[in-house]
C-alpha cells in the first residue's frame, strides 16, 4: 500500500503554512510530523540532506522548499488549479511567488522572531507547543545557545531587524497594489500568489483559520506590531483570503 504524503512541518512558519495551505486545499490526506525549532537538523537532515523545512516526502521522492512542492502538487494534483491557464497570469502568479518568498517573507519572520528574542520563556513555548512540557524546559535551557545561532540563520542582526521594520509599510504597500477589482492578485481566482502572500504576511497577522495558534499572552511586542497594520488594506485582505480560502484540513492520522 502507497503511504500517503508526509509533512515535516514548523507549526509556527509561514513558509510552512503555504504548504499545507496547497495540500488542504487539494484535499490530499497527508500525514504531518511537527518539529521544534532548533532541534529539528537530525530529523530534517536524515530525511532529505539538507536542515531547511518544510519537506514533503511524496511517493518516495522528497521535496524540500515550498514553492518546489507547491510545483510539484500542482503538476500531480490539479484541482482545483492554483497556477493559472492563461500563460502570461501564471508568469505573473510564479513571479508574486518568489517576491513575497524572497523579499517579503524573511524580513516577516525577522520581525516575528525579534518580538521574542528578549523573552525565552516565552520564545520557548511558542517553538515548542505542541509538545511536552519537559521538552519545553529543555530548550529554555539551552536557548542562549540557541539565540545567536537563529539570528545568524536568519540574517536577524539589529541593523536587518530594523530595516525589516522600516520597510513594512512597503511590503504592505505593493500587496495592496496587487488586489484587483476581482480581490485576487491575479485574474479572476484564487492562485499561487494569492496563497503565497496570505501565508507570508501571517508571519505577523496571524488571522483567524490560521492552523496553530500562537500560545498566549503574546509578546507586547508582537502585540504592537500586529495592531500597527491592523487597518491596513493588505491586513483585511488576509483576513478575507483565510476566510474564504482556508478551508479544513487534510491531514489524517
Known amino acids: ?30 500525514t504531518r510530523e511537527a518539529l521544534v525549532p532548533g532541534l529539528h537538523i537530525p530529523r530534517v537532515r536524515f530525511v532529505s540532506g539538507q536542515s531547511q523545512i518544510p519537506v514533503l516526502v511524496l511517493d ?42 524572497e523579499d517579503v517573507a524573511p524580513e516577516l519572520r525577522r520581525l516575528f522572531w525579534s518580538c521574542y528574542f528578549d523573552h525565552p520563556a516565552e520564545c520557548a513555548r511558542m517553538a515548542t507547543d505542541g509538545f511536552s512540557s519537559a521538552l519545553r524546559l529543555f530548550w529554555r535551557g539551552i536557548y542562549p545557545v540557541f539565540l545567536p545561532l537563529f539570528r545568524r540563520n536568519m540574517g536577524a542582526s539589529g541593523a536587518a531587524i530594523e530595516a525589516a521594520r522600516a520597510r513594512l509599510g512597503e511590503h504592505f504597500d505593493f500587496l495592496e497594489k496587487q488586489i484587483g477589482t476581482s480581490g485576487y492578485l491575479v485574474g479572476d481566482a484564487f492562485s499561487v500568489a494569492d496563497l503565497t502572500a496570505a ?28 495592531a500597527s497594520v491592523a487597518g491596513r488594506a493588505g491586513s483585511k485582505w488576509v483576513d478575507e483570503m483565510y476566510a474564504k480560502q482556508r478551508g479544513s484540513s487534510a491531514e489524517i492520522s
Not at 503511504?3 to 484535499?27: I, Q, T
Not at 501565508?199 to 495558534?213: H, Q, S
Open 1 to 30: 500500500m502507497t503511504r500517503p504524503p508526509h509533512l515535516l512541518h514548523f507549526r509556527v512558519s509561514h513558509y510552512n503554512e503555504k504548504v499545507r495551505w496547497a495540500l488542504d486545499l487539494k484535499g490530499v490526506a497527508h
Open 60 to 101: 518516495g521522492e522528497v521535496l524540500a522548499g515550498s514553492a518546489k512542492i507547491i510545483d510539484e502538487l500542482e503538476r500531480r494534483f490539479p484541482e482545483p488549479a492554483l497556477y493559472p491557464a492563461d500563460a502570461k497570469q501564471r508568469e505573473r502568479a510564479l513571479e508574486l511567488q518568489a517576491h513575497f518568498d
Open 199 to 226: 501565508a507570508v504576511f501571517t508571519a505577523i497577522l496571524r488571522p483567524k483559520g490560521f492552523p496553530y495558534p500562537l500560545p498566549e499572552p503574546w509578546p507586547k511586542e508582537l502585540v504592537d506590531l500586529k
